[in-house]
């Protein structure tokens, strides 16, 4: 014991208590309580310790040497406990619940195999019949084409031509529309009213041309009649009058115009 330690080294060096006490500034009892292993009467462990640690240098003891039999005094060593022997009730009791266990093992899996002969004979016998196949309808025959040059092509392609015309109206409006080609010979001043409605200021010189078209008409009024030559509707209408005479002009209207 670590008291044992320290108070037979005491003895030996012919210190009391109340010397070291004084000299350690450590309670007397403390010192007492050390030596006599009562350390329940002294502090909390690390305090007790440090008073055994100082005590033990004080007495030129090594101080690891009884820290560590203080230590083993406080802590005894764990004797393991033995199993207590198994008595033959107690076997027996405890193979019963192993059969119990394996005999509710084989009926789960026995319940197990009986539902899956269940099922799979339901699966069987009850199965919904696969939805029929129906069977492809019937196209009627594409009639035969047509053979070029036939009555029927004839009037299919007349059908086809109003068809399209119906669809669009402006390809026979366009048809019907007027052009003027007005083509200068000398400097001259043309004023051009399309329709009307739309009225055009032009001055040509020598060798230059105008191009104009109109759904109804022209109405010109030439300043060198003689300067110009006319072309309306593909047609060359040559000079409308005299150099340096002014003139008017309605076309179609005046299609037959004299010089």
């Given at each position: 014991?670590?008291?044992?330690?320290?108070?037979?080294?005491?003895?030996?060096?012919?210190?009391?208590?109340?010397?070291?006490?004084?000299?350690?500034k450590?309670r007397?009892d403390y010192l007492?309580?050390?030596?006599?292993?009562?350390f329940?009467?002294?502090?909390?462990e690390?305090?007790?310790?440090?008073?055994?640690?100082e005590?033990?240098?004080?007495?030129?003891t090594?101080p690891?040497?009884?820290?560590?039999?203080?230590i083993?005094?406080l802590?005894?060593?764990?004797?393991?406990k033995?199993?207590?022997?198994?008595?033959?009730?107690?076997?027996?009791?405890?193979?019963?619940?192993?059969?119990?266990r394996?005999?509710?093992?084989?009926?789960?899996?026995?319940?197990?195999a009986?539902?899956?002969?269940?099922?799979?004979?339901s699966?069987l016998?009850f199965?919904?019949?696969?939805p029929?196949?129906?069977?492809p309808?019937?196209?009627?025959?594409?009639?035969?084409?047509l053979q070029?040059g036939?009555?029927?092509?004839?009037?299919?392609?007349?059908?086809?031509?109003?068809t399209?015309?119906?669809?669009?109206?402006?390809?026979?409006?366009?048809?019907?529309?007027?052009?003027?080609?007005?083509?200068?010979?000398?400097?001259?001043?043309?004023?051009?009213?399309?329709?009307?409605?739309e009225?055009?200021?032009?001055l040509?010189?020598?060798?230059?041309?105008?191009?104009?078209?109109?759904?109804k008409?022209?109405?010109?009024?030439?300043g060198?009649?003689?300067?110009?030559?006319?072309?309306?509707d593909?047609?060359?209408m040559g000079?409308?009058g005299?150099?340096g005479?002014v003139?008017t002009l309605?076309?179609?209207?005046?299609?037959n115009f004299?010089?």
């Amino acid at each position: 014991m670590p008291g044992e330690i320290l108070k037979k080294k005491r003895e030996e060096l012919g210190y009391n208590l109340k010397e070291i006490a004084k000299t350690l500034k450590i309670r007397s009892d403390y010192l007492k309580a050390i030596e006599e292993g009562t350390f329940e009467k002294l502090p909390v462990e690390v305090y007790t310790k440090g008073y055994i640690r100082e005590y033990a240098k004080f007495l030129k003891t090594d101080p690891e040497v009884v820290i560590k039999a203080y230590i083993e005094k406080l802590s005894p060593p764990v004797i393991e406990k033995q199993p207590d022997p198994i008595t033959p009730a107690e076997n027996t009791v405890k193979e019963e619940k192993t059969d119990k266990r394996y005999s509710a093992t084989a009926i789960t899996l026995s319940a197990a195999a009986v539902a899956a002969l269940l099922i799979a004979f339901s699966l069987l016998f009850f199965a919904p019949e696969e939805p029929k196949t129906p069977l492809p309808e019937k196209t009627a025959p594409t009639p035969p084409a047509l053979q070029p040059g036939s009555h029927v092509q004839e009037k299919e392609n007349i059908k086809k031509a109003k068809t399209e015309a119906a669809a669009n109206p402006q390809v026979e409006k366009t048809a019907k529309e007027h052009s003027l080609e007005i083509l200068a010979s000398d400097k001259t001043w043309i004023l051009v009213t399309i329709d009307n409605t739309e009225s055009k200021e032009l001055l040509l010189n020598k060798g230059e041309s105008a191009k104009l078209s109109a759904k109804k008409g022209f109405s010109l009024k030439i300043g060198n009649a003689g300067g110009i030559k006319l072309i309306f509707d593909g047609k060359d209408m040559g000079l409308p009058g005299e150099n340096g005479k002014v003139i008017t002009l309605n076309l179609p209207s005046d299609i037959n115009f004299t010089r």
